[in-house]
């Protein structure tokens, strides 16, 4: 294809935004606005900064990028196949079909090169935090005089609404306090929403709220032309190791769109097919054949590859040099990118003796601090709560966002955006993230679980403080919807165990779990430790569900199944059924997703079907615990919120004592 008489430049920007306004109007959906207005900046960070390898997108040392506005997703998708990323034009074509690698806002494990799912506003702002933050932890661990294999920058496109969005706030002050030098935001500052100026309701002076966290901030005043200007603001944020960048690249929404560019009208919904042949014709572009890349820009764009090679074969020169002289390291580093465990990594975990008792979150900080000892991966932190999580490592310092020294990160009260980072921490690879709060604080936290969930990330969330149980705090804090609500969510696996040996072994899965998010809800008050010369081994937490304590004779007639605090309850109530005579199972179901896992002869043996005398016993809601108690069976639950008092008269006063127990699982006998 020839070219009309333009820079290299110029004509690698336009091929972007055509190729973006080519598959929107194609799919007839999507955003054409944003890949339009950033096009140059995305362009210059991709051809003059980002170092990254094509030929592998899972390259340890790359630079990290994050399309925060990932409905605008098009832009990233054509920066990828352009490059030269196993994404052909066919898959552009295919953009939002079914079954395609170019879905309607990013995914990862989808897309080879996409590095986080966003889309979501204001996530793609915490995720980045996340990588910038891994990136000086494993460059502490493993950089050592004279080899340095760690030495990567982070960098993401944020838009105006993922500046509105309360996480990108939490995010960013975290980032400016810990000093983040080496990551940088470009924030495509095109003043327009889906509803119209974005003055309707955004008014504030963003660079100066960014100085205040900590940042430095830099401006582009026409993001839409100066490639220069753009390329000398991130030359300036490169210079910067103290301070995270935000660029502020003023743009145009829609631009070159002769009827909508700097509207809403721009912003999610296809052009039009006039409105994009007029569009190019405005841009100068001279080819009327959709989907049309000029030799001269692919070519341009595909030095990526060589340059990608080129990077990449100098630091495997260095790190062979290195894993030489520190081969206990490369170990490891293989180890953490892998995301296996140290041989040895559960032997001798803590035990508890018949007759202690303990808040299954004080079990929970013995596990966890025992864990960090031979998982040097591992690495977390709290929402100012690690005195009553118990989730500090006693034998590490305080996380320094400098020099990248201490697994503990305080991460101050930002809920929303301590879960962002974890999922920005597990997209980056290296590192095994976990986070805690009270359970009832989820709710702060659940956008992030659910792309977590999305992603699949092994990220472990600590929830403490599970249940009307916890007391005198009331209402505002015990969760009472929170567990059914996250057992909905998919990829998911919530685990709520019984006593202290019980949380050992759910620590256990958590660690071994490698395909999605682990929750661990535990709880406040002191729970008994349950004999393991009367009742089965708490090993069979593994498997969802286990029966604890079988009927003393014969088959059972009613089955009593409870979590957490309430299986002791359960067994006390066993206790008193059996002295009656009547043949009682006690069943502990600590997670739901592991249980259903399970085949189905196992399923059946634990809950045999011609057993329908079932009750349910947990501190929460009661929906959805008709799918193990059947038609036949009841729950004792909860259809209302707590109260303020004693953890166990509320727990009495709302159903939860023996007698209660009793006479339920007598009614199912009647």
Request: net charge negative; proline share 6%; glycine share 10%.
């Amino acid at each position: 294809m020839s070219t009309v008489a333009r820079s290299i430049d110029e004509l690698c920007v336009d091929t972007i935004r055509t190729l973006a306004i080519d598959a929107v109007q194609k799919a007839n959906s999507g955003h054409p606005g944003l890949p339009l207005g950033a096009a140059p900046m995305a362009y210059v960070l991709w051809s003059r900064h980002l170092k990254h390898n094509p030929r592998n997108p899972a390259w340890p040392d790359r630079d990290r990028f994050v399309l925060s506005a990932g409905h605008g997703c098009m832009l990233w998708y054509c920066l990828l196949h352009l490059t030269g990323y196993d994404l052909t034009l066919d898959d552009l074509k295919a953009f939002r079909q079914w079954g395609s690698r170019t879905p309607g806002h990013p995914e990862y494990r989808v897309t080879p090169g996409v590095e986080a799912t966003t889309g979501p506003l204001g996530q793609g702002t915490a995720n980045a935090v996340g990588m910038a933050m891994s990136e000086r932890f494993l460059a502490h661990r493993f950089n050592r005089p004279g080899h340095e294999i760690v030495n990567h920058r982070t960098f993401a496109i944020v838009s105006d609404g993922d500046l509105m969005e309360g996480i990108s706030n939490e995010a960013s002050s975290i980032a400016g306090h810990l000093r983040l030098g080496k990551l940088t935001f470009l924030y495509d500052s095109n003043l327009v929403s889906l509803d119209g100026p974005t003055s309707m309701a955004f008014t504030e002076d963003v660079g100066k709220r960014y100085e205040a966290y900590g940042w430095q901030v830099l401006r582009v005043e026409d993001g839409n032309t100066d490639l220069d200007a753009i390329d000398s603001a991130l030359r300036q944020a490169e210079q910067e190791t103290l301070r995270p960048t935000l660029v502020i690249v003023r743009t145009t929404l829609g631009y070159g769109s002769p009827n909508k560019a700097g509207t809403s009208e721009a912003h999610g919904s296809p052009l039009g097919p006039e409105e994009v042949v007029l569009t190019k014709k405005a841009l100068g572009w001279e080819f009327e054949e959709p989907f049309s890349i000029p030799d001269d820009a692919l070519a341009h764009f595909r030095t990526a590859v060589d340059r990608g090679d080129r990077w990449q074969s100098e630091w495997t020169r260095r790190f062979d040099a290195w894993a030489a002289a520190n081969p206990d390291l490369a170990e490891e580093w293989r180890q953490g990118l892998a995301g296996d465990l140290p041989t040895g990594w559960d032997a001798d975990l803590p035990k508890w003796k018949a007759g202690e008792k303990e808040a299954t979150r004080a079990a929970g900080g013995k596990v966890l601090n025992v864990l960090a000892e031979r998982v040097p991966s591992l690495l977390g932190g709290d929402a100012d709560l690690s005195v009553s999580t118990s989730t500090k490592l006693k034998k590490e310092v305080d996380f320094d966002g400098q020099t990248g020294e201490g697994r503990n990160i305080h991460f101050g009260v930002r809920e929303h955006a301590m879960a962002g980072i974890a999922n920005g921490m597990a997209y980056h690879g290296g590192v095994r993230p976990f986070v805690a709060t009270f359970f009832c604080f989820s709710d702060y936290m659940r956008p992030s679980v659910r792309l977590s969930a999305v992603s699949e990330l092994p990220v472990v969330f600590v929830w403490t403080h599970d249940s009307i149980g916890l007391g005198e705090d009331g209402p505002t804090h015990q969760p009472v919807e929170h567990m059914m609500a996250l057992r909905a969510m998919p990829h998911f696996t919530l685990i709520r165990p019984a006593d202290p040996n019980e949380t050992v072994e759910a620590w256990r899965v958590a660690m071994a779990h490698r395909e999605g998010p682990v929750g661990l809800v535990l709880s406040r008050q002191k729970l008994p430790v349950f004999d393991p010369a009367k009742y089965s081994s708490s090993s069979g937490l593994a498997r969802g569900a286990y029966v604890l304590a079988d009927a003393s004779s014969g088959p059972p007639r009613v089955i009593l199944i409870a979590t957490g605090s309430e299986v002791a309850l359960a067994l006390e109530s066993r206790g008193k059924l059996e002295s009656e005579g009547i043949a009682t199972r006690v069943v502990s179901m600590p997670s739901w997703e592991l249980f259903e896992r399970q085949d189905a002869a196992y399923r059946d043996s634990v809950l045999p079907p011609a057993v329908t005398a079932r009750l349910s016993i947990e501190a929460g809601s009661k929906l959805g615990w008709k799918h193990w108690v059947g038609d036949q069976g009841d729950s004792i639950g909860l259809e209302r919120f707590g109260a303020s008092a004693p953890g166990e008269v509320v727990m009495k006063e709302l159903g939860f004592s023996v007698d209660n127990v009793v006479a339920k699982a007598k009614a199912l006998l009647k």
